[in-house]
């Protein structure tokens, strides 16, 4: 340490990241609670219609919009000495454009310290991007799991559907591919073949489910069972439910809450970045001795953020994705490369394209 001053800003491609980050960092620093963001803290975040800093501040949090934002002014963020892009491998249209935007400033600046981070990143794929950056690998550890399956949930719960409510319902917006043809003789022998193990009431079932859409019952039953099997109690303190959207979640955690078994010594929170802060802080919090808590996510919690007590999780299967499909043929046709491309000849080329 040479003890120059500094100003830090990381990068987080989500809301709810740069403010559970914040404050895990400023409780590992050995500050209070209340401490985040005020002159007794080093560490703050910045979000969309929310800032929590000070000019003690020397780690910002923020999301990549945050900092999209400050870029706009013309200073060259002279106060910033580093910044650290988290999460780089979700390659977004506001990630990429920062990143071009920074191997340009760092021109500029060559003080400027910039860092990209991630766990599955194709690190050498950006490193030749960034003029042959140094590449630092840091082992992690696993954990070890055990993975069941759709057909182990069927057979624990004994659940089973009646056919007449099985009717798929399709959405206006769904594509309908007319062309489907139904499982031929010997798919059919193979999936039968799969589930050998398992009795023909649980096969009949796997059978009739809907691929498509999410079985909220079963869901429903199968966290009632890990909540009162003894065979599952050490499982059974914090359970994590991966669920596409917002709607989804509410509609789950409508159910849990009715629920008779969920009525006392369990605590249900929906997590998601359209609700308020301050409700998704408990979400991270161990519950009191003698209760239990079931947090509802989307798939952010998988790697944006981290949940210390979670001993289960069960995963729907389902997750929305937004893709900018319209960006293919233009470049495409023009033989030009977004990663290659200035911050200037990007925004030259999208105005006349």
Not at 154 to 183: A, C, F, R
Request: hydrophobic share 40%; net charge negative.
């Amino acid at each position: 340490m040479k003890g120059k001053p500094c100003k830090i800003y990381c990068t987080e491609p989500r809301r709810i990241s740069a403010i559970s980050l914040a404050r895990r960092v400023s409780e590992e620093l050995g500050e209070r609670k209340n401490d985040l963001g005020t002159s007794r803290s080093l560490v703050g975040y910045a979000i969309r219609l929310e800032s929590n800093t000070s000019k003690e501040t020397r780690l910002v949090y923020a999301t990549t919009g945050i900092v999209m934002r400050m870029l706009e002014g013309s200073n060259d963020l002279r106060e910033v000495t580093h910044i650290v892009l988290d999460e780089v491998h979700e390659r977004t249209i506001d990630s990429d454009f920062l990143l071009i935007v920074l191997r340009k400033l760092m021109v500029k600046r060559p003080d400027l310290k910039v860092v990209l981070m991630s766990a599955t990143v194709d690190a050498d794929r950006f490193s030749k991007y960034l003029d042959g950056a140094p590449v630092l690998r840091v082992p992690g550890r696993t954990f070890p799991v055990q993975v069941q399956y759709l057909e182990d949930a069927v057979e624990l719960t004994g659940y089973s559907l009646d056919n007449g409510q099985q009717e798929k319902l399709t959405d206006l917006d769904d594509d309908v591919d007319v062309g489907d043809e139904p499982l031929s003789d010997s798919a059919k022998a193979e999936n039968t073949k799969m589930l050998r193990g398992y009795t023909s009431k649980t096969r009949n079932t796997i059978a009739q489910i809907d691929e498509y859409r999410i079985d909220f019952e079963l869901v429903t039953q199968l966290l009632a069972k890990i909540a009162v099997d003894v065979r599952f109690e050490k499982y059974s303190k914090a359970i994590l439910v991966f669920l596409p959207g917002i709607g989804e979640i509410r509609q789950l955690n409508d159910m849990l809450v009715g629920h008779p078994q969920f009525s006392s010594n369990w605590y249900v929170y929906p997590l998601h970045s359209t609700i308020a802060s301050e409700d998704q802080e408990a979400a991270f919090l161990v519950p009191p001795p003698g209760t239990r808590k079931i947090v509802l996510a989307t798939n952010i919690a998988e790697t944006g953020i981290t949940i210390p007590d979670v001993t289960c999780v069960v995963d729907t299967g389902k997750h929305r994705e937004m893709r900018f499909v319209f960006l293919e043929p233009i470049f495409g046709f023009a033989n030009i490369s977004l990663d290659l491309m200035s911050a200037d000849s990007f925004l030259d080329f999208w105005k006349h394209s």
